[in-house]
């Protein structure tokens, strides 16, 4: 089946660790995105990827850290700067260009 | 700054009850408007995409319309499988292709 994988599904972090996130998809898709979702607001742009090895900032990337390395993965890192980590971690994927994305189902990360 | 305002936060109806929801957005020229559904922890799902003012698009119970200034999710008749949060979305013009979301409308639909 095509499609995104997030994984896992739920992630327990301490405070002042970095933990992994991880998104692959299998639909060719050119770009890719991982967005923050906490209750009451709009899901918010942390980084996105047009091609392999590119990246840029959205607009809250304080505290991520994203790669490229191949066309299939993009892995969002959570370290230890980013203050207020829990939250439901999404990542999407699109063609290249103006069309819609489609999502994964979510990484919930929980700091204790 | 692209922007997009949804209302109501949230909207209870009963079942057989039609309404719409409202998607308001500012865009420095729009190059696509997406609707997604999303049910409680998962992702959202991909509805419709609305290009240019005077478009409508159909699936099921749902209609989406599009203005130069805003855009309707229409449902006729909802059933309680509808009950979920939907989420408006545009995409400026320009050189990118990432998306700028509302904070979505929580639907309940009661039997």
């Known amino acids: 089946d095509g499609g995104i994988t997030q994984s896992p599904k739920y992630l327990f972090r301490k405070e002042g660790q970095n933990v992994t996130l991880s998104c692959e998809q299998n639909?060719?898709?050119?770009?890719m995105y991982w967005y923050r979702q906490d209750p009451g607001q709009g899901l918010r742009l942390i980084y996105y990827s047009q091609i392999v090895n590119d990246f840029q900032k959205g607009d809250i990337a304080e505290g991520y850290s994203v790669s490229r390395e191949k066309k299939e993965s993009f892995p969002l890192t959570v370290t230890s700067a980013q203050k207020n980590p829990t939250a439901f971690y999404l990542c999407a994927s699109s063609w290249a260009g103006y069309t819609e994305a489609f999502f994964g189902q979510g990484t919930r990360l929980t700091v204790v | 700054e692209d922007q997009v305002t949804q209302s109501p936060e949230a909207l209870r109806l009963q079942e057989g009850e039609s309404s719409s929801l409202n998607c308001s957005y500012t865009?420095?020229?729009?190059?696509?408007l997406f609707w997604y559904r999303q049910d409680p922890g998962k992702g959202p799902e991909f509805l419709f995409t609305?290009?240019?003012a005077g478009e409508e698009k159909e699936k099921e119970r749902l209609k989406a319309t599009l203005t130069k200034k805003e855009s309707f999710l229409h449902i006729t008749a909802p059933k309680p499988e509808d009950s979920a949060t939907y989420l408006c979305?545009?995409?400026?013009?320009?050189?990118?292709?990432?998306?700028?979301f509302g904070k979505g409308i929580t639907l309940s639909v009661r039997p």
């Open positions: 979305a545009v995409q400026a013009e320009g050189a990118n292709s990432k998306l700028t």
């Open positions: 609305l290009y240019s």
């Open positions: 865009v420095s020229g729009l190059r696509g």
């Open positions: 639909l060719n898709h050119d770009a």
